[in-house]
């Protein structure tokens, strides 16, 4: 991943945390993140009074030091991170539509896998067995069928519509409410490779380094609806972060479909009563394509590219990826995946052994 200056401003002023619409306001004032930053350096932050706080004025003084920003270029090229702004060419459509776009945007992974047909499935962290089986199932048909499943990476619903997707034949999405770069849940560090290594994409509007913190979430939400044409909602009780993300829907727009559930659990509650206000109905995929006219929707060809590999362990998926991008150091290979040097060296042997990686010189390797 190779980056211009203007992406390391741009990545350096989500640091204000401040909101989406005011730092559209500040990009649009100073044309440029660049022009920010140089502003700041030579004032101190007194030409952004008007837009932030001095607290994250002073957010943005430490880290426009030196060497902060040195370990934030490091932490995004490690985890392979994308940086861009809503101006860009490759920025999704779908998003610059809603209320409160996000100004900039991290990602890792394949941003053309947003150009497909897009469904989100949500729902809560504690379903109950029976529903996880059927968003697994759901999500899977639809991958099938060519849709561009999205959620959120929360245990429960959110891991159970990846992993169906995964199993399908189209890439999944995941909006991240923490930095690319942190693991959270830290159970599901597995299933954010798999993401990546099978073509998908992780998406966030947190830096690098930013914890998972509660208020992020709701935030996040818009995203995940505003991504998609429909909004799928498992299970959930009324009063719960997924009921924020079908407000979003509605505010914005979209379709929203309640999966029956057990009644009389009170993990469905949200789902009944969302039926009642109007929600459609449905119990499978073929429902939802069929009230979509999406029976023929195709799949986004970067899924079908990764589909002839050759069956591979998590950990070989997820070297593949990184080597997919560009040649690293064995160094720099075990940073990114976390691995000890004698499992890196065995799954790197097995790649090469599959034909699917080239050992270099100096110990450094690439995608053949």
């Keep these: 991943m190779r980056y211009t200056r203007e992406d390391g401003c741009k990545a350096w002023l989500t640091y204000a945390q401040a909101k989406a619409s005011v730092l559209c306001q500040i990009l649009e004032e100073f044309r440029s993140a660049e022009n920010v930053y140089d502003q700041l350096l030579k004032d101190k932050g007194k030409a952004l009074k008007p837009y932030l706080s001095q607290a994250q004025i002073d957010l943005l003084l430490e880290k426009a030091k030196p060497q902060p920003m040195h370990e934030m270029m490091l932490t995004m090229q490690r985890h392979q991170m994308g940086v861009i702004g809503i101006d860009a060419h490759n920025y999704p459509d779908s998003l610059r539509m809603i209320p409160d776009p996000p100004a900039i945007l991290f990602y890792r992974g394949e941003l053309d896998c947003l150009m497909g047909k897009c469904i989100a499935i949500v729902g809560t962290r504690k379903a109950a067995p029976n529903t996880i089986e059927a968003t697994q199932r759901i999500a899977r048909d639809l991958s099938n069928a060519g849709v561009t499943v999205v959620s959120g990476l929360a245990?429960?619903?959110?891991?159970?519509?990846?992993?169906?997707?995964?199993?399908?034949?189209?890439?999944?999405?995941?909006?991240?409410?923490?930095?690319?770069?942190?693991?959270?849940?830290?159970?599901?560090?597995?299933?954010?490779?798999?993401?990546?290594?099978?073509g998908g994409l992780l998406l966030s509007e947190y830096p690098p380094g930013t914890p998972g913190m509660p208020w992020h979430f709701p935030v996040r939400n818009r995203m995940i609806s505003g991504l998609c044409r429909a909004v799928v909602m498992m299970e959930a009780q009324i009063r719960s972060g997924t009921m924020t993300t079908v407000s979003h829907a509605l505010d914005q727009g979209k379709d929203v479909y309640a999966y029956p559930g057990n009644i009389g659990s009170e993990w469905a509650e949200g789902a009944h009563q969302l039926l009642r206000e109007g929600a459609s109905y449905f119990t499978s995929a073929e429902d939802?394509?069929?009230?979509?006219?999406?029976?023929?929707?195709?799949?986004?060809?970067?899924?079908?590219?990764?589909?002839?590999?050759?069956?591979?362990?998590?950990?070989?998926?997820?070297?593949?990826?990184?080597?997919?991008?560009?040649?690293?150091s064995f160094d720099e290979l075990?940073?990114?995946?976390?691995?000890?040097?004698?499992?890196?060296?065995?799954?790197?042997?097995?790649?090469?052994?599959?034909?699917?990686?080239?050992?270099?010189?100096?110990?450094?390797?690439?995608?053949?």
């Design 288 to 328: 939802i394509l069929e009230n979509l006219n999406w029976v023929n929707a195709k799949p986004v060809p970067t899924r079908q590219e990764k589909s002839s590999l050759p069956p591979m362990s998590d950990g070989q998926r997820t070297i593949y990826s990184l080597l997919s991008q560009r040649e690293m």
């Design 155 to 198: 245990m429960g619903i959110d891991s159970a519509a990846h992993q169906g997707c995964l199993e399908g034949t189209s890439p999944t999405v995941a909006l991240l409410g923490c930095g690319i770069d942190i693991d959270y849940p830290s159970s599901n560090h597995n299933l954010k490779e798999r993401i990546v290594a099978s």
């Design 334 to 368: 075990a940073n990114a995946t976390g691995f000890d040097a004698p499992g890196l060296s065995g799954e790197l042997t097995m790649l090469t052994i599959l034909g699917l990686i080239r050992s270099l010189p100096g110990k450094t390797y690439g995608k053949v």
